[in-house]
C-alpha cells in the first residue's frame, strides 16, 4: 500500500482546497458533491454496489447491501470551515485500498462489508454534527433534522432534495461491527511511537449557542455610562470559559461569533456566540457549562444586557466495545489504546452496535487547520491495519 495509498489520495487533494491551504467542504456542497461522485467511481472501479439511505449517507458493498451481520467501515468528506484535508477522508480513501488489499490477498468475506461517506460530521453547514449517524440511528428526528438552516437561510431537507428517511430498521440485527479509521487528533501516538492506535473513548461534547442582547446605539454619541452593549457580556463569557475549562482540566472554546448589526461604528444589538465544551466525563463537563452561564448572567446583570442559553447538540460519553477494542490491538500487535476529545460517527453508532476506531499517527497533533498532516508511510500503515481488522471481523 505504500504506492498506492499517495495516488489515490491525489485524486481528492485539490477538490474544495481554498487558497490558504485549507478545505471548504461543507456537506452537499459542489466539493463534497464532486467528493461523493468520485465515491461512485471508486465504487464502480472495484464493482461495489453502492446505495444511498435517504438521509444523504452513502454505502459501498462488498456483499450484499446490509446483508446478516454486515461489518461498516469508512468516515466522512465534509470539513471544517478552511479546515485539514486528512479529518474523515483519511477513513474512506483507506477502506477503498483495504478493499484492495483483501483481495490481492485472495481473501473472501463471509459477511457484507459496507464503505461509508457519513453527511455532515463537521456539523459546519447545519450546524448539528454526525447528522448522517444521528439519523440512521434515530437519535434526530426526521423533522427537525430537515428543518436544520445553513447560513444562507438553506434547509437541509431542500438541500438533500427530500425529507430525510430517518432510522434504518434493525440496526442492530444487520450490523455486527463498525470499524472506523481516522487521523489521530492530537500527539499521543507520537509519543508513543505508534503509528496506528486504537480508541477506547470520546469525551461528552457539546455545542451551546448563547445570545447577548442589548440595545443598539451610535458608537460616537452614546456616553459609556447609558451603554447596554452585549459585546462586553459576550466578551466577560469568553474569558469566563477559558477559565473555568483550566480549572476544570476540560476544554472549553468559543470561536464563532455573530454581530448584529455588525458595523464599526454602532454598538451591537445582539451578539451570538457559540461555545464547544469538551470533558473526560458528563459531570465534569455539566459542572463546566453551568459555571460559564452562570458568570455569564451575572456579568448580563451588570451590563444591563440579557442571555439566552440553547443547547444544539449535546453528545454524551462514549465507552467503545471494550472487548473489541482489545482484539484490535491484539490483532496489530499491541496498538495503544487511547481516548480522544474528538466526536465521530462512530460514537454515535456505538450506542447500537459494537463499534472500534482505528487512528493514524499525525505529526503535530494539529487538526482543523491546513496544517493537520499524516505521513505517506503512516497512512499505509492505517491501511494494513484496517485490511487486517476487517479481515479478522469478516
Not at 459496507?114 to 434515530?138: D, K, M, N
Request: charged content about 20%; hydrophobic content about 45%.
Amino acid at each position: 500500500m505504500s504506492a498506492a495509498f499517495p495516488r489515490l489520495w491525489q485524486e481528492i487533494a485539490t477538490i474544495g482546497r481554498d487558497s490558504r491551504g485549507g478545505y471548504l467542504r461543507y456537506a452537499l456542497s459542489e466539493p463534497e458533491l464532486v467528493l461523493r461522485d468520485w465515491f461512485r467511481n471508486q465504487a464502480a472501479r472495484r464493482d461495489l454496489p453502492v446505495t444511498e439511505d435517504g438521509n444523504g449517507n452513502l454505502f459501498a458493498w462488498w456483499g450484499t447491501p446490509w446483508g446478516h451481520r454486515a461489518v461498516i467501515t469508512g468516515s466522512h468528506f465534509d470539513s471544517v470551515p478552511h479546515g485539514g484535508g486528512y479529518d474523515g477522508p483519511l477513513g474512506i480513501v483507506s477502506a477503498f485500498l483495504a478493499v484492495d488489499a483483501l483481495r490481492e490477498r485472495g481473501f473472501e468475506p463471509r459477511r457484507p462489508l459496507g464503505i461509508a461517506a457519513f453527511v455532515e460530521e463537521e456539523g459546519g453547514r447545519f450546524g448539528v454534527p454526525c447528522l448522517g449517524s444521528r439519523l440512521l440511528t434515530g437519535a434526530i428526528s426526521p423533522d427537525k433534522a430537515a428543518a436544520l438552516c445553513d447560513r444562507d437561510g438553506i434547509t437541509f431537507g431542500e438541500a438533500l432534495g427530500v425529507r430525510p428517511a430517518g432510522a434504518l430498521p434493525d440496526l442492530a440485527g444487520r450490523v455486527s461491527a463498525v470499524v472506523e479509521l481516522h487521523i489521530e487528533q492530537g500527539r499521543a501516538l507520537v509519543e508513543m511511537d505508534a503509528p496506528v492506535g486504537v480508541a477506547s473513548a470520546i469525551w461528552p461534547h457539546g455545542r451551546w449557542r448563547m445570545d447577548f442582547t442589548g440595545s443598539g446605539d451610535h458608537a460616537g454619541t452614546t456616553r459609556m455610562a447609558d451603554r447596554r452593549d452585549p459585546m462586553l457580556t459576550y466578551a466577560a463569557t469568553v474569558l469566563a470559559a477559558n477559565e473555568e475549562a483550566r480549572e476544570a482540566g476540560a476544554h472549553a472554546t468559543v470561536a464563532r461569533v455573530e454581530v448584529t448589526p455588525n458595523a464599526t461604528n454602532a454598538i451591537p444589538s445582539l451578539v451570538r456566540g457559540w461555545l464547544d465544551a469538551r470533558a473526560a466525563d458528563t459531570a465534569t463537563l455539566d459542572r463546566l457549562v453551568e459555571a460559564v452561564v452562570k458568570r455569564a448572567t451575572e456579568r448580563a446583570g451588570q451590563d444591563g444586557t440579557e442571555l439566552a442559553v440553547e443547547p444544539e447538540s449535546v453528545s454524551p460519553e462514549v465507552t467503545f466495545d471494550t472487548g473489541l477494542a482489545t482484539r484490535l490491538a491484539g490483532i496489530l500487535g499491541g496498538a495503544p489504546i487511547l481516548p480522544t476529545g474528538a466526536g465521530h460517527d462512530a460514537g454515535v453508532l456505538s450506542a447500537h452496535v459494537p463499534t472500534a476506531m482505528l487512528f493514524v499517527r499525525n505529526p503535530t497533533g494539529i487538526s482543523h487547520s491546513p496544517a493537520e498532516h499524516a505521513p505517506d508511510e503512516d497512512c499505509a500503515a492505517g491501511v494494513d491495519a484496517l485490511a487486517t481488522v476487517l479481515e479478522a471481523l469478516l
